[in-house]
């Protein structure tokens, strides 16, 4: 995450703000249920790492790698 990679963390019961990924490109997702991680849907997830991986050019970042 420190790199610049794009990271997502997914959180249940713990809480982010000890553990949550620190650089430009990352993200976090909570369950809607900290006590049932399986309350968090999939599409949420995807959406979120979608917003991570579009094109930013005020970090330089241009998207993934294309083929």
Same mark, same amino acid.
């Given at each position: 995450?420190?790199?610049?990679?794009?990271?997502?963390?997914?959180?249940?019961?713990?809480? &982010?703000?000890?553990? /949550?990924?620190?650089?430009?490109?990352?993200g976090v997702?909570? $369950?809607?249920?900290?006590?049932?991680?399986? !309350?968090?849907?999939? &599409?949420?997830?995807? /959406?979120?790492?979608?917003?991570?991986?579009?094109?930013d050019p $005020?970090?330089?970042?241009?998207?993934?790698? !294309?083929?």
């Amino acid at each position: 995450a420190a790199a610049g990679i794009p990271t997502l963390a997914v959180f249940g019961a713990t809480d &982010p703000v000890g553990y /949550a990924p620190w650089g430009p490109r990352c993200g976090v997702v909570l $369950s809607p249920d900290p006590r049932d991680l399986a !309350s968090l849907e999939a &599409p949420a997830v995807a /959406a979120a790492l979608a917003r991570l991986l579009e094109p930013d050019p $005020s970090s330089g970042y241009a998207g993934p790698p !294309s083929g």
